[in-house]
């Protein structure tokens, strides 16, 4: 073999490592590239600008997270906000109302799709009724916030009743008392929803599922 075939030969291979070397790089780039973007997606995720943002209902969001905040607040720093114990407990007992007819009535139905409510018959029995919209997909974010909040401030009820409790705060026991008992309403309502919408959604997908396959076998048929 002839020294100018080894050169030619040598030059190509440094043309091809070279080539390699550049498809590596760009390789590398690329993965780079798309796990900073997968970072910058799940730091967005995390951000509550962005749950807002993606909100379907942001201001009744809003709302719903306020009325359980503002109450908190106003049930630790009683009193340094309020000077008279007995205005801080109407305060307290007022907002607790409002939060507990809003969660209800109002961020329930927009938030999640679910409803619940309870109504006398004529012959004194009472009767609990269970509402939920037979849809799947629902907004992640307003979900999130819904359920979150009402975990949360079932949490806080929880353990500010039996701290005033074993302190022997009778007064402030029975306030958060009364708020832990329209919290636990709210959510043992919500939760019995919860479960018959998901119910309703795996029938309607077994439906489906039925109606597509006889399509199927129909079509086969006469085929």
């Known amino acids: 073999m002839s020294e100018g075939s080894l050169n030619f030969n040598i030059e190509i291979n440094d043309d091809k490592n070279s080539n390699n070397l550049i498809e590596n790089e760009e390789y590398k780039n690329e993965n780079k590239n798309n796990q900073n973007k997968e970072k910058s997606e799940n730091n967005e995720d995390i951000s509550i600008t962005n749950f807002y943002k993606k909100s379907s209902h942001p201001i009744i969001s809003s709302l719903h997270l306020l009325f359980k905040l503002i109450n908190i607040i106003l049930f630790i720093f009683q009193g340094l906000l309020i000077k008279s114990d007995s205005i801080g407990i109407i305060f ?71 701290f005033e409790f074993i302190r022997f705060k009778f007064i402030s026991f029975s306030v958060s008392l009364v708020l832990l008992i329209f919290n636990t309403s709210n959510l043992f309502g919500y939760l019995k929803c919860s479960k018959i919408q998901r119910e309703k959604i795996e029938s309607f997908k077994n439906k489906l599922i039925g109606k597509v396959g006889k399509d199927v076998m129909m079509s086969q048929l006469n085929y």
Do not use: Q
């Not at 209800?104 to 999640?112: A, Q």
């Not at 679910?114 to 907004?139: A, C, P, Q, T």
């Open 92 to 162: 307290i007992i007022i907002i607790g109302s409002c939060d507990f007819w809003f969660t209800k009535n109002i961020s329930g139905r927009f938030l999640v799709g679910l409803r619940w409510s309870n109504k006398i018959k004529e012959n004194g029995n009472e009767v609990w009724i269970y509402e939920s919209k037979n849809e799947e997909n629902m907004n992640k974010s307003d979900t999130f916030i819904f359920w979150t909040c009402l975990y949360l401030s079932n949490a806080f009820w929880i353990f500010s009743s039996f």
